[in-house]
């Protein structure tokens, strides 16, 4: 070994030596004294581990919990500090002595004052001149107090976070390992805490032990409780102390007890030992009006004796938490009995008691509101709410649609949470997805998916056969309106069978019927083109497949789809290598391997590359009556029926066309399409490298062909990879836009098909917009009013694409009755919603209808329905369906 390899040798060596020493130092383990403190703010009071800031004029009572038989006498000591090139005034030095009855038994009672940022707990063993010793050595270096303060505040919230994930673990595994695999997950969503995926795939047994390894590297960064793990692990290796001196008060500081870093705090104390006393810090963990004190070694009590510091919360304006909704479009049920309301984004909520008297606020309506008391839970990843008050008698006036907020108090201040939609309905009326009610085959797990509208208060779910039996089957809402079913039909017989769907709060389970049959297996065919990933077998009993091997591509099993007339089974290529090789080839023997060892074999082909297209450019030629609608398209994504889209398409592979090349044009769901040829004029080649294409929806599709529609180029049988193409939209025919003078009156829109639009608005950003509810038979909608500028409109085929209508709006008469009767125009009204109205049964004719009310009590109506109904906005008179 040379001198230099040596010399690295052991600077490394040292260097590790050195960062283990300070890593140790870094462990909190060792029990320190107890403080007891309270925070009173506008007459109220707080225990200190309610309290997350403090304000200028709080009172801080705080006193020495320490045993009577203490033998060293410790002086308690609070000093507030402002900024770390700022030195407090001695006023700011509060001290009383621990071992006196007065201080023992009130402590020190102290307001916050002006200018103050940070405060500092000082326990300082009794000698000569103690006091004023201390008040120097923080005067000298304020910095690196401030710098303390942050730290040790930081610390305390971090190690909170990681208490409260350790402690769950250890309790979990205690009372059932096997649930780890789920609620860790949770755990560390809910605290900002980085798991090891590799834990969760070992035996039970074992995960707790490997969740709980490398907890100094758990804490992860959040936007409430900034973690400084990269700082340590990036920053420079100097004296933290010295920086702090000249530099600005950080938010937070760079210290963290769970990395193992040469960076510990008790570097910024090693810079001012003094020969009197050797501050050392302590962590705080707080609970109600206690502080536990923890330190990372013992104190001294020959001089230099030990000081211990701690830090209470900072002195400034709340920090109110950035809670929100796993799932902001989430959709919950009011009855479930154990109702949790995923959340995310603040981990404080769940490891410290500054949220507190949380309650969950349900509004429904006509203003009924219920308060339901609310609990930050890190194992569920949520708050769980006590719906043990809430029966069919409260539930009864919340109405089917009910508002949920989280609210409560950060402290002293007021906090309003993030909001959540429930459901407080029974009456659904469950099927089965398109298709599926032929599939289901005996002999096997089957998986089928139900639907409502909406499921989020499914119970449980048991399938009954024949002779009476009960089976459980399991479930998971894979949507807001649907739900997947694994049924156990392993041991069924073909025939008639039961599903009981059970809900929260419904007294008896409701009866879904299904009929499974018997299938034999069998093998179809596979079909594979040269160069593709994949392929698909098709047949029965395709659930048994484990491999399949053509031309010596092997494919492993991927996607399993079920229908009326068979299975589909995707496959994969496992050795791209060798797929890559393989030539088309009519006539080829695939082999397929099954999970009990049998071997198939079927007759196969490996099918010519696929051919492929890219799309040039499109243009939208609109009909005279699409002209004559009375709307303006946004954009060539939008092709109306009647008009004639041109298109161009460039060769890829092959990167000729010919003659025998044609382009097929059909909608998403594939119910209806067209073949564009050379020979029927829908094709036409510019070169050989490009093609124009054009058709006209109406006449390609038919009249009652809308939505999304795609394209692809077929060479010598062999289809391309289908791509979009545009949107096919109905329009509806506007004639006139009447507005009153009186801008708060909505306009009147009359037209034909006016159910082909699917809302209107006075901007492009569709605030305020009026929803035409399905089915809408009127000639007249109310529409709000244009304020001199243009209305907006969303089609029901294509709602995510903005248009202009282009009519001109006209002066409309006083809607008073005697203008009504000089022209003919029925009275304002305020129809109903379809889309607000329960569907279960049709409201019932109302007084209102017969007697039409006067504008402004239509008005008062509209503002009461829901918020996109088919009625304007608040300020807005709606009028009547009828011309």
Not at 474 to 482: I, L, Q, R, T, V
Not at 851 to 876: E, H, W
Request: proline share 9%; aromatic share 6%.
């Amino acid at each position: 070994m040379t001198m230099a390899s040596r010399f690295s040798f052991i600077l490394a060596a040292s260097i590790v030596a050195a960062a283990a020493a300070h890593a140790s130092r870094a462990r909190f383990d060792l029990a320190g004294p107890t403080l007891e403190a309270t925070v009173t703010h506008d007459h109220q009071t707080l225990g200190i581990a309610q309290v997350p800031n403090l304000a200028v004029g709080d009172r801080i009572k705080i006193k020495a919990d320490l045993p009577r038989d203490q033998s060293v006498h410790y002086l308690l000591i609070v000093a507030f500090l402002s900024g770390s090139t700022n030195p407090p005034p001695p006023r700011w030095f509060t001290y009383c002595d621990t071992w006196k009855r007065r201080c023992a038994h009130r402590g020190i009672d102290v307001a916050v004052p002006h200018g103050a940022e940070q405060v500092l707990v000082f326990l300082a063993p009794q000698t000569g001149g103690d006091f004023k010793t201390l008040v120097g050595a923080v005067r000298g270096r304020p910095g690196a107090f401030v710098r303390t303060a942050q730290d040790l505040n930081q610390a305390m919230l971090d190690r909170s976070r990681l208490d409260v994930y350790l402690s769950a673990v250890r309790r979990l595994n205690d009372l059932d390992p096997s649930r780890l695999r789920k609620t860790a997950p949770l755990l560390a969503r809910s605290l900002a805490i980085v798991v090891d995926p590799k834990c969760l795939q070992l035996i039970p047994d074992l995960q707790a032990p490997c969740l709980l390894a490398r907890r100094e590297s758990m804490i992860l960064e959040d936007g409430h409780s900034t973690s400084i793990v990269e700082a340590l692990t990036s920053g420079p290796e100097s004296d933290l102390a010295m920086q702090a001196s000249y530099t600005p008060a950080l938010r937070f500081g760079y210290y963290s007890p769970y990395v193992a870093s040469v960076l510990d705090i008790a570097r910024i104390f090693d810079s001012f030992r003094t020969a009197q006393y050797d501050y050392i810090p302590a962590l705080a963990t707080l609970r109600g009006e206690r502080i536990e004190l923890s330190l990372n070694r013992p104190p001294t009590f020959t001089e230099p004796k030990t000081v211990l510091v701690t830090a209470l919360p900072a002195v400034e304006p709340p920090q109110l938490p950035p809670l929100h909704a796993v799932d902001p479009k989430g959709i919950y049920c009011a009855r479930k009995h154990s109702l949790v309301l995923p959340v995310e984004g603040a981990p404080l909520v769940f490891s410290t008691a500054y949220a507190h008297g949380m309650k969950l606020r349900l509004e429904g309506k006509d203003g009924k509101r219920i308060e339901l008391p609310a609990r930050a839970d890190a194992v569920k990843g949520g708050f769980v709410i006590d719906t043990a008050a809430l029966g069919d008698a409260a539930t009864g006036g919340l109405g089917d649609q009910v508002k949920g907020v989280l609210h409560g108090d950060w402290g002293f201040t007021s906090y309003e949470g993030p909001t959540f939609q429930l459901i407080n309905d029974q009456r659904y009326d469950w099927h089965l997805a398109d298709g599926e009610s032929n599939a289901l085959i005996v002999g096997r797990e089957d998986t089928i998916h139900l639907r409502a509208s909406s499921v989020s208060c499914i119970d449980d779910v048991m399938l009954r056969d024949p002779d009476g039996k009960e089976l459980k089957v399991d479930w998971k809402a894979g949507k807001p309106d649907e739900v997947e079913l694994k049924l156990p039909l392993q041991k069924a017989k073909p025939g008639s069978l039961t599903l009981l769907v059970r809900e929260y709060g419904a007294k008896a389970p409701r009866p879904v019927p299904l009929t499974a049959f018997a299938a034999a297996g069998r093998l179809d065919g596979f079909s594979y083109h040269a160069g593709d990933a994949v392929g698909t077998l098709r047949g029965s009993r395709l659930d048994e497949v484990s491999g399949l091997e053509l031309a010596g591509v092997r494919f492993a099993p991927q996607t399993l789809s079920t229908g009326q007339h068979g299975d589909d089974l995707t496959l994969s290529v496992v050795n791209p290598g060798a797929a890559s090789a393989v030539q088309p080839e009519r006539k080829v023997i695939a082999t397929v391997q099954l999970k009990d060892g049998r071997t198939l074999t079927l007759s196969s082909a490996v099918l010519p590359p696929r051919p492929r297209s890219v799309l040039i450019a499109k243009s939208v030629h609109p009909s005279r009556a699409d002209r004559a609608s009375g709307i303006r398209l946004g954009g060539d994504a939008q092709l109306p029926q009647d008009a004639r889209l041109v298109f161009s398409v460039r060769a890829v592979a092959p990167a000729r066309f010919d003659r025998r090349t044609t382009l097929d044009v059909a909608t998403v769901d594939g119910s209806e399409a067209t073949t564009l040829t050379l020979d029927n004029g829908g094709l036409t080649l510019e070169n050989a490298h490009v093609a124009i294409a054009q058709f006209r929806a109406s006449k390609a599709f038919g009249r009652a062909a809308f939505g999304p529609v795609q394209f692809r180029i077929t060479v010598d049988g062999v289809a391309g990879a289908w791509q979009p193409l545009a949107t096919v939209v109905r329009l509806p025919t506007l004639r006139t836009l009447q507005c009153p003078d009186t801008r708060t009156i909505a306009c009147k829109l009359s037209g034909s098909q006016l159910f082909l639009i699917d809302s209107v608005a006075a901007n492009r950003d569709f605030h305020d917009a009026v929803a035409v509810p399905d089915g809408f038979p009127g000639e007249a909608l109310p529409v709000p009013h244009t304020h001199g500028g243009s209305l907006y409109v969303k089609l029901r085929d294509d709602p995510t694409a903005v248009d202009r209508l282009t009519l001109a709006a006209r002066r409309l008469p006083p809607p008073h009755r005697e203008a009504s009767h000089a022209t003919g125009m029925p009275q304002p009204a305020a129809p109903e919603s379809p889309r607000s109205a329960p569907t279960a049964a049709p409201t019932p004719p109302t007084p209102a209808a017969a007697a039409p009310p006067p504008p402004a009590a239509a008005a008062t109506a509209a503002s009461a329905a829901s918020p996109r109904a088919a009625v304007a906005p608040a300020s807005v008179a709606p009028l009547t369906h009828g011309p």
